[in-house]
C-alpha cells in the first residue's frame, strides 16, 4: 500500500516580507540622531548640575535649554520610531 503526502502549495502559506537588505541607512541616521539628542541633554543636565554642586543660584538658567534639548529627544526618538514602523526596518 502507498502512503502519499499531502503538501501544502506553497501559495496558501502566510509568506513573510523579508527585507531585501540587512542594513538600513535610514534608521541608522535616525538613531544616530537620537543618540545626539540623549548626549546634548545629558550635557545640560551636567551643566545644571555642576551649577547646583558649584553654589551657583542662578542654576535655573538651564530650564530652558533642559526643556528644549527634551523635546529635541523627543521629536528624534518619534522619527526614529516611526521610520523602523513604517519600513518594517527594526525586524531581526
Known amino acids: ?3 502519499g503526502t499531502v503538501s501544502t502549495p506553497q501559495d496558501e502559506r502566510p509568506q ?3 527585507p531585501e537588505f540587512g542594513f538600513c541607512e535610514e534608521k541608522a541616521r535616525l538613531q544616530d540622531e537620537f543618540l545626539a539628542a540623549i548626549q546634548e541633554l545629558n550635557a545640560v543636565l551636567s551643566d545644571q548640575t555642576r ?3 558649584e553654589g551657583d543660584s542662578d542654576f535655573s538658567r538651564f530650564d530652558v535649554l533642559i526643556h528644549l534639548a527634551q523635546e529635541k529627544k523627543a521629536q528624534a ?3 526614529w520610531i516611526a ?7 527594526g525586524e531581526a
Not at 83 to 89: D, G, P, R
Open 1 to 3: 500500500m502507498y502512503a
Open 16 to 18: 513573510r516580507a523579508i
Open 51 to 53: 551649577a547646583v554642586i
Open 77 to 79: 526618538k518619534y522619527a
Open 83 to 89: 521610520h523602523v514602523e513604517s519600513h518594517h526596518c
